[in-house]
C-alpha cells in the first residue's frame, strides 16, 4: 500500500460544516475483489469526483471500512488521501464479522486519530457502524441469498462501543450512526438501532423494485416513497442518503432498463430535484469498471487509462441541465403509504445484493491480498441468479480482519467453488443412505469438499440448555458444547430437483485457514439431527423444532478431516434446519467461511 508522508495540503484542511455533503462510494477493492485500492488510487479518484465535467461540489467519500484491504487493521489509504485532497469522509466500519472485526475497525481509528489528529477529524461527517447488516438477516434478505448480517441489538452495541471509543478523542462528538436499506429502517424490530443512532443512513434503489411499476418514468417517486417512510419511522433523525443511482448497462429488471439516458433522467430527477445541496448524499458510484465492468453497472465513469489517470467526463450528462424539479409525470409508483411488505419482496430494491459479495468477502480478507477483499461494488437483482453468484462484485465493501472472517456471498448454487486443495484431508463416513455406498462417499459425485455444486447455512442459531427460553439470534460462529447446539438452515435451490445432496462438516487445519478460526477441546464428537421445520431467529432451546430423522455424527472431530455426514435426495425449492450437539465433553466454536479453506457445515450437491 502507498502511505505518503506528505502533508503539505494540512493546512487547507476546512473543518466540516453544517452544508449538505455531495460524494460517492467508494470500495476498498477493484472489481476482481481482492486487488486494494492504494493511497495513491483513492486520491485519483478523490480528484475526479472533484473535477467531472458538467457538475462540481462532489467532494465528500464514503468507505466502508476503515481498515487498509489486505491488512488486520491498517488505517486505510483512504483517510491520507482523503487528507491531501481535502475531501470529506463519511467513515465505514464493517459490522457483519463479529467482535474481533470491530475490534481490529477501532484499532484502526485509534491509529488514524493518533497519526493525522485534526487534519483528520476535521474531514469527518460521520461514522456509519455497519451496512445493510439488518437487510441481510430479514427474512427477504434470506430468502435472497444476501449473506451474513447482524441483529438489532447486535448492531446497537457495536455503535455503542463506537460512541465511548471516540468520547475522549478528537473524534468525540462526531455523528454516530447506521447504513441500511429503507425497508430496514421502517421495520419497527429495528428499533434499537434507530435510538442509538444520531444519524439514519438509507440505502434505495428503484431500479432493483422488480415486484413494482419500476420503469425509469417511476423512478423518483419510488424514492422518495422510500425516503418519506423512513423520515416518519425514524424518530426525527437526520436521514442521509447513503447509497442511490440508476445503472449505465446491465439486465432489465421487470420495466427498469438500464442505459446512460435512464442514469441520467435518475440524476437528474432524484439528485438535481430535490437530493444535491439540500440533503446528505453519496451516490452509487463514482466508478465500478475496473478491471472488469459488473452487471448491473452504476458508474458515473468508465475505465481510464491506468488507475490513477482516470477520466472526467461522464458518461452521461450530470450538469442538471434538464427540467429535474418537476415530479416526473408518473401516476403508478409506489404512494408513500403502500404496504412496506410489498416493497420488501422487491428485495433488491436496495443496494445489499449487489453490495454484499464484496462487503462479505471484504470483511474476511485479512493480511493476504490474495484472498478476498471488497471488490467494486455492482447492484446484482435479487430476484436474480447472480445475487448468489457474486455475478457483481461490490465495490464499497470493507477489507477487515483476518480473524474475522465473514462467510463468502460466492456462489452457492453455481460451480463456481473453489477446489480442494492438492493435499486434501480424508473423507470419514459418518451415516449414508443407499445413494452414496460407504466406500465412494467421498468419490462418487456429491464430493465432501467444495469442488461443485453447494450450498453454505443461510442461518446459524445458537440454543443453549442453560438459557433455555433466550433466543440468541443469529450467529456467524458454529458452537458445539455440552451446554450448547447449533442450527444450520439451508436453502435447497429448486434447480438441484433430481440431484443428490450431501451433508458435510469440514475442519481444516489451523495452519490452512487465513478467513477464520477455531477452538476445539474435549474428547467428544457431535450428534446431528434434521428437524421437522427450519429454525428462525427467536428459536430457543425450549422451542426448538421436533426431530425428523436422527443421523448420528461422528465420535470424534479431528483437525484436517471431511466428514460426510448424510446424502439422499435433494428436497429441491425447501429450507432444511439440522441441529448439531456435542457428545461426551466436546467444546467447539468455529467462524463459518467457504474461502480459501472451507470449514463448517455444507450441502454439496450433485
Known amino acids: 500500500m502507498l502511505y505518503s508522508s506528505i502533508f503539505a495540503l494540512t493546512a487547507s484542511v476546512a473543518t466540516v460544516s453544517a452544508q449538505a455533503y455531495k460524494g460517492f462510494n467508494y470500495g476498498a477493492t477493484y472489481t476482481d475483489g481482492f486487488t486494494p485500492i492504494t493511497q495513491a488510487e483513492y486520491e485519483a479518484q478523490f480528484n475526479a469526483a472533484k473535477n467531472l465535467v458538467g ?23 483512504a483517510i491520507q488521501a482523503a487528507i491531501n485532497t481535502n475531501t470529506s469522509l463519511l467513515l465505514g466500519l464493517w459490522a457483519s464479522a463479529g467482535q474481533a472485526n470491530i475490534d481490529n475497525e477501532l ?17 469527518i461527517v460521520g461514522i456509519s457502524v455497519g451496512s445493510e447488516d439488518l437487510y441481510r438477516i430479514s427474512p427477504t434478505g434470506i430468502e435472497n441469498l444476501s449473506g451474513v448480517g447482524a441483529g438489532p441489538d447486535v448492531v446497537a452495541g457495536y455503535i455503542t462501543q463506537v460512541k465511548s471509543a471516540i468520547a475522549n478523542t478528537l473524534a468525540a462528538g462526531k455523528p454516530v450512526g447506521h447504513v441500511d436499506t429503507w425497508t430496514a429502517w421502517v421495520n419497527s424490530s429495528n428499533n434499537a438501532v434507530i435510538a442509538a443512532c444520531d444519524f439514519i443512513g438509507m440505502d434505495a434503489y428503484p431500479y432493483f423494485q422488480s415486484t413494482m411499476t419500476n420503469a425509469i418514468a417511476d423512478g423518483y417517486s419510488l424514492f422518495f416513497s422510500a425516503y418519506d417512510q423512513t423520515v416518519a419511522a425514524t424518530a426525527g433523525k437526520p436521514v442521509w442518503i447513503t447509497e442511490t443511482g440508476w445503472p449505465v448497462s446491465g439486465s432489465t429488471l421487470n420495466l427498469a432498463v438500464p442505459s446512460t439516458q435512464n442514469a441520467e433522467i435518475y440524476w437528474d430527477q432524484v439528485g438535481c430535484g430535490r437530493l444535491f445541496d439540500e440533503i446528505n448524499t453519496w451516490w452509487y458510484t463514482l466508478q465500478d469498471a475496473v478491471p472488469t465492468t459488473p452487471s448491473p453497472s452504476f458508474g458515473v465513469i468508465g475505465a481510464g487509462s491506468s488507475r490513477i489517470e482516470l477520466p472526467t467526463t461522464p458518461l452521461y450528462d450530470l450538469s442538471c441541465s434538464s427540467d429535474s424539479s418537476d415530479v416526473p409525470p408518473s401516476t403508478s409508483a409506489l404512494p408513500a403509504s403502500a404496504n412496506m411488505a410489498e416493497s420488501a419482496q422487491a428485495g433488491g430494491n436496495t443496494g445489499a445484493q449487489r453490495q454484499n459479495q464484496a462487503e462479505q468477502s471484504g470483511a474476511a480478507s485479512g493480511g493476504d491480498t490474495s484472498d478476498s477483499v471488497p471488490s467494486a461494488e455492482a447492484p446484482v437483482p435479487a430476484d436474480s441468479a447472480s445475487t448468489a453468484s457474486g455475478g457483481a462484485s461490490p465495490a464499497e465493501a470493507p477489507a477487515p480482519a483476518n480473524n474475522a472472517a465473514a462467510p463468502q456471498e460466492q456462489s452457492s448454487t453455481q460451480n463456481t467453488a473453489a477446489p480442494a486443495p492438492a493435499d486434501s484431508p480424508p473423507t470419514i463416513l459418518i451415516t449414508t443412505t443407499s ?23 443461510h442461518l446459524i442459531v445458537p440454543v443453549s440448555k442453560n438459557q433455555p427460553d433466550v433466543a440468541q439470534g443469529t450467529s456467524y460462529n458454529g458452537t458445539i458444547s455440552s451446554s450448547t447446539s447449533s442450527i444450520f438452515n439451508f436453502d435447497i435451490p429448486p434447480s438441484s430437483s433430481g440431484k443428490i445432496c450431501t451433508l458435510v462438516f469440514l475442519l481444516p487445519t489451523q495452519d490452512k485457514l487465513t478467513n477464520s478460526a477455531f477452538t476445539l477441546s474435549g474428547s467428544g464428537g457431535m450428534d446431528l439431527a434434521q428437524l421437522k421445520s427450519p429454525a428462525t431467529e427467536q428459536t430457543t432451546f425450549n422451542s426448538l423444532p421436533e426431530t425428523a430423522k436422527t443421523l448420528g455424527g461422528p465420535p470424534s472431530v479431528t483437525p484436517g478431516s471431511e466428514y460426510v455426514i448424510s446424502s439422499g435426495s435433494c428436497p429441491a425449492g425447501s429450507r432444511v434446519g439440522y441441529r448439531v450437539s456435542a457428545t461426551g465433553d466436546l467444546d467447539l466454536n468455529y467462524f463459518q467461511s467457504d474461502s480459501p479453506s472451507p470449514i463448517g457445515f455444507y450441502i454439496t450437491i450433485c
Open 55 to 77: 457538475t462540481s461540489g462532489f467532494t465528500s467519500a464514503r468507505i466502508y471500512t476503515l481498515i487498509q484491504a489486505g491488512t488486520t487493521n491498517t488505517p486505510s489509504g
Open 107 to 123: 484499532v484502526a481509528m485509534r491509529a488514524a486519530l493518533d497519526t493525522y489528529g485534526t487534519t483528520f477529524t476535521d474531514l
Open 435 to 457: 445413494a452414496l455406498p460407504a466406500a465412494s462417499a467421498g468419490a462418487s459425485g456429491c464430493p465432501a469438499s467444495l469442488s461443485g455444486q453447494y450450498e453454505y447455512p
